[in-house]
């Protein structure tokens, strides 16, 4: 493809899978934080996050889970809260080429702060 | 309910559906702009997006469609774009007590702009 | 005003000054929420909320406060934490002719909830 | 850094540079899109984007340039539009250790798309 080969001569396979990978991480945490969410609605709302997100350049897979615990946990009487950072734990495949990696973002108790980091990358 | 006792005593029932539903468009609009999309993925999302924002209070019913055309034009290589005012066709129905109202959002030809305005209420 | 006259004739100008202050609340909310910020960046944050919010039809004023209790509170090591509505407190005056709305949202402790309603209307 | 050690052993300092750059470049398209602007207050809201993101993890410096031209050209009667991706122009540096990454997203005719790609890496 014509892109790459003037956009990303300068970068390896694996480090294109990187990229692409942590561009739909940091995408996909700004895009949907603060969307309203519960236990009733909180299903499809991930599947869409995923949809949404797979389309993006050498995007394979996107695994979005909320943590129910804390969706069971609403205390206000509107029974529904905002979409937040500390209650995503996210899967991004991406593959370039001869090269994939899995970019995870979950909340480490330890840091108080929901870290992306790359789980594996071939 | 005590909130409505303490906090909108100074609004009528009508102006409370506007109000909430005012709200709901401004909020969906700005919640999901920006967010990838193409002809494939268009009826989740918009599914996702309805069930979000009806979670609001006083939220009845709200309908998304995105303009099916402008997914079709895309031009680019990638094969999806960004949502963007200017492909919402949205209602928002809100209901207080004995009064609802419909907000409506969608692009204006004449004004190059996505109306917000109150379709019907009484 | 043309548009006025063919898409808001049938709400009074009180309602309307509720209308448009109340889509630029849901609006703010919904932007701007997820935004990294701390004790350093905050001020000038507020003042971009601001003035991007005034830019929207009818509003006359957005005052955005952001809780630098919450802010000095941050446990992280990155020293930031995002925006969310529970550390907002903003005021949005929308006037349409001779009426003027005060929409406020604030976090309310009882409710557990950043609640948004019409402060004052005339 | 203890985060280092347990998160990041498996990239290289180069990796880890674009990695944290292409975050923030993900991040900040989906936030601000949608955000109203106009030529007046372009220059606050940019400073605000690049405060905002050079909050996040390695970030050194952020700018961010909003298409003046893109402005000017507003026919609607409200003055204002909402930022898109495609009248944006950003320089994310992330640094990590010895290593220095350049993100750029910018607009390209020929793609109709705003790519975002390494700029420089060493």
Redesign the interface.
Known sequence: ?E?DEK??K??SH??RA???G?????????????????L??VE??E???S???????CIDKVEVTVNREMLKDI??????T?I??NMLDVRVVSIFEDSQAVIRMKFIEE???P????E??E
Do not use: C, W
Request: charged content about 15%; proline content about 3%; hydrophobic content about 45%.
């Open positions: 493809m892109v956009y990303f300068n970068i694996r480090e990187i990229f692409e942590a561009i739909t991480m940091g995408a996909l945490f700004h895009q949907f934080d603060g969307t309203p969410v519960n009733q609605s499809l709302l599947k869409a996050m949809e949404a997100m797979e389309l993006q350049p205390e206000n009487e509107f029974q529904y905002s937040n950072g840091l108080a702060y870290l992306m980091y790359v594996k990358v």
